[in-house]
């Protein structure tokens, strides 16, 4: 069985901070490549970062100097740091890891940023 489990999603006041786990099992997690997507709502699902096997990074424009995105495989999960945030990211956040064609989403987590 595999398994994406998110966590650390809730409300936030504009220009705080949030930090988002993903603990997966039943995947080699190092040989994978992790990513994080956010659907807002009436809005199309939308890739926010990825980060590589080889722990290359790449942002969405939006949240570029304001999101960061790590890997603990000891740990089996991948962490999404949230900096400085806007109404703009209120989204369900969800975790995806790939490999190839084989791709596997956590049940997604709230982010709520309101003051």
């Known amino acids: 069985q595999v398994q994406l489990v998110e966590s650390g999603g809730g409300l936030v006041q504009p220009g705080g901070s949030l930090r988002l786990s993903c603990a997966a099992s039943?995947?080699?997690?190092?040989?994978?490549?992790l990513g994080w997507y956010r659907q807002a709502l009436g809005k199309q699902r939308e890739l926010v970062a990825t980060?590589?096997?080889?722990?290359?990074?790449n942002y969405e424009d939006s949240v570029k100097g304001r999101f960061t995105i790590s890997r603990d495989n000891a740990k089996n999960t991948v962490y999404l740091q949230m900096n400085s945030l806007k109404p703009e990211d209120t989204a369900v956040y969800y975790c995806?890891?790939?490999?190839?064609?084989?791709?596997?989403w956590g049940q997604g987590t709230q982010v709520t940023v309101s003051s």
């Open positions: 995806n890891a790939a490999i190839g064609i084989r791709h596997y």
């Open positions: 980060i590589t096997s080889g722990s290359n990074t």
């Open positions: 039943g995947i080699i997690f190092r040989l994978y490549d």
